[in-house]
């Protein structure tokens, strides 16, 4: 039944010959992209594998998510930099659901109240955070609902020895949106560099759609002997002289916000480290009610027209300690940064990272261990027409599809400290 729903979807959007078989090799069509290969299975944890140069990663159907990703250090030990669980089988068990490297849709972020206009009419979506007495179920919508897209099984679609691509099928009415959404993600890697594509199409009604990416990064790969935070990493955001304002449940208020040089959100003016105003009382609240440290939607001012692959990265993120460096390149306008604080220990690490004995701390994310970063688009654009972000956010049968592309590129700096690290402030 499945596999019958998604052929006859695969096959009304695309120009892929067959549905897949593994251990088959096929050619087709994605969206405007050709894919080849030889369909391989997973391995034992329920993982498929991809290699570029200099880099290697593993991806699961699971909310078509990112698993390890590995990298060499400037001392030359493999570093698994990404968050995730060690079997795939894990990730719809686990209670936390910590929407480890996946993709939310169909609306990333929050919605406002669950629900939003269209053409004049009203939709009331599921909530899934902030429960009340009143409102046992929430009163805001988190990254697509209780079943967001980053909760369900995609379908492999290709899988090559440098990339892989995953399709979901988003029925009429599921959690409340209007119309079916098809969508493709792409994930490649090349020389150093992991790219990503996702496409998606609003196929039978006008719909909101707004992807991401949400992947936990340490680039130390909890292997720091010195910390299992993420609070020393630097991060730099040239074009992010602007965020957009939240009330204290994260919901924006409507407000464009300036990051002064200097300030607790600046980023803009020069690398910081994460951690450098922790110490500071105003972050406390920074990020949700109580919330110490971030969890901020940036805004990408760049100069139009400009090539987003040639601009210059929206993000830099580096640890010092293993010399790695993140540059993030994106067509995305906004870039969501969450400093981990809701992280408490419970979840453990991967095999892959870690001390493995070297000091005895405990095997698990600790408050602040990770660092998530989101291209996106303005988060709850579809709740502020003044923002103007109709064109990139509400998409119908017969447009242009949703499209998001990014390019994450890895590189060894092996600068001794970060810039600006610590302060008294
Ligand atoms: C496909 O290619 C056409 C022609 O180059 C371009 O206009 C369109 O934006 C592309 N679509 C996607 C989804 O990349
Ligand atoms: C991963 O979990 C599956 C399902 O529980 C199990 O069959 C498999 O053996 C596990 N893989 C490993 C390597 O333990
Ligand atoms: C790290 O270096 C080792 C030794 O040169 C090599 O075998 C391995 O493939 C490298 N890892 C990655 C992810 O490139
Ligand atoms: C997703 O697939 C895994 C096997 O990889 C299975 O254990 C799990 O039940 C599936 N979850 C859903 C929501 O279909
Ligand atoms: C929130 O949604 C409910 C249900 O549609 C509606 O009755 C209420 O007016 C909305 N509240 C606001 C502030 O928009
Ligand atoms: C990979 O990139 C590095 C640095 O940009 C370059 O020196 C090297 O030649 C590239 N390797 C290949 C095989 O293209
Ligand atoms: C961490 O490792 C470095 C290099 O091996 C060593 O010099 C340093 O003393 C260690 N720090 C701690 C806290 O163990
Ligand atoms: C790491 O950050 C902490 C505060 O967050 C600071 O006290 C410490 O000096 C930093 N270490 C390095 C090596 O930058
Ligand atoms: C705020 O957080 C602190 C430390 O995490 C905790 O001790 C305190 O009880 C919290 N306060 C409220 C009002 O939730
Ligand atoms: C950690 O957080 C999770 C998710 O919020 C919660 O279920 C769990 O009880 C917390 N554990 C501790 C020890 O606070
Ligand atoms: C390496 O990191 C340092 C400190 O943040 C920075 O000043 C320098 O520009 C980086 N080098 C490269 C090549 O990106
Ligand atoms: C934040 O930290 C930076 C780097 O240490 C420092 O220059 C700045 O004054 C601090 N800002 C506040 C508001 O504490």
Redesign the pocket.
């Given at each position: 039944m499945h596999t019958a729903v998604f052929a006859i979807a695969l096959w009304a959007t695309s120009a892929l010959a067959r549905p897949q078989v593994p251990g088959e090799s096929f050619t087709g069509t994605v969206g405007n992209d050709t894919v080849a290969g030889i369909s391989s299975g997973p391995d034992a944890n329920g993982k498929y594998e991809i290699c570029g140069i200099g880099i290697r990663a593993n991806f699961i159907a699971y909310g078509a998510s990112i698993s390890n990703l590995f990298l060499n250090d400037t001392s030359g030990i493999e570093r698994d930099v990404v968050g995730g669980f060690d079997n795939a089988s894990y990730y719809g068990v686990d209670r936390q659901h910590p929407h480890f490297g996946g993709v939310p849709g169909r609306y990333a972020n929050r919605i406002k109240n669950s629900s939003f206009v269209i053409d004049g009419e009203t939709f009331n979506i599921l909530p899934n955070e902030n429960p009340t007495p009143d409102h046992p179920h929430g009163i805001d919508t988190l990254h697509g609902g209780p079943d967001g897209w980053d909760w369900r099984n995609w379908t492999l679609v290709a899988h090559t020895h440098n990339s892989i691509t995953f399709s979901l099928t988003d029925p009429d009415g599921d959690q409340g949106f209007p119309g079916e959404v098809v969508s493709y993600v792409t994930y490649t890697l090349g020389n150093m560099t992991w790219d990503l594509r996702m496409v998606a199409i609003a196929t039978t009604k006008v719909t909101p759609i707004m992807l991401s990416s949400h992947t936990y990064w340490n680039l130390d790969g909890y292997a720091n002997n010195?910390?299992g935070?993420a609070?020393?990493h630097s991060l730099w955001l040239p074009y992010a002289g602007q965020r957009i304002g939240t009330d204290p449940i994260l919901i924006p208020t409507g407000d464009i916000l300036a990051n002064q040089p200097g300030s607790l959100n600046d980023f803009y003016s020069a690398p910081k480290?994460?951690?450098?105003n922790?110490?500071n009382p105003d972050l406390v609240g920074n990020c949700g009610f109580n919330c110490t440290g971030y969890d901020t939607a940036y805004v990408n001012n760049r100069q139009a027209p400009y090539d987003w692959r040639e601009e210059g990265p929206v993000a830099r993120l580096r640890s010092?300690?293993s010399g790695i460096q993140l540059d993030v390149f994106s067509d995305q306008d906004a870039f969501q940064v969450y400093s981990c604080g809701g992280q408490n220990g419970s979840m453990a690490l991967k095999s892959t990272q870690g001390l493995h004995g070297v000091a005895d701390r405990p095997r698990t994310i600790q408050q602040y261990g990770c660092v998530v970063m989101e291209v996106e688009d303005y988060i709850d654009g579809i709740n502020q027409p003044e923002w103007g972000r109709d064109k990139k956010q509400i998409f119908g049968p017969g447009d242009e599809p949703f499209l998001l592309q990014a390019s994450y590129k890895f590189s060894l700096n092996d600068t001794a400290?970060?810039l600006l690290?610590?302060g008294s402030g």
């Open positions: 010195e910390t935070t609070l020393n480290q994460i951690g450098a922790f110490s010092a300690w400290v970060g690290g610590f």
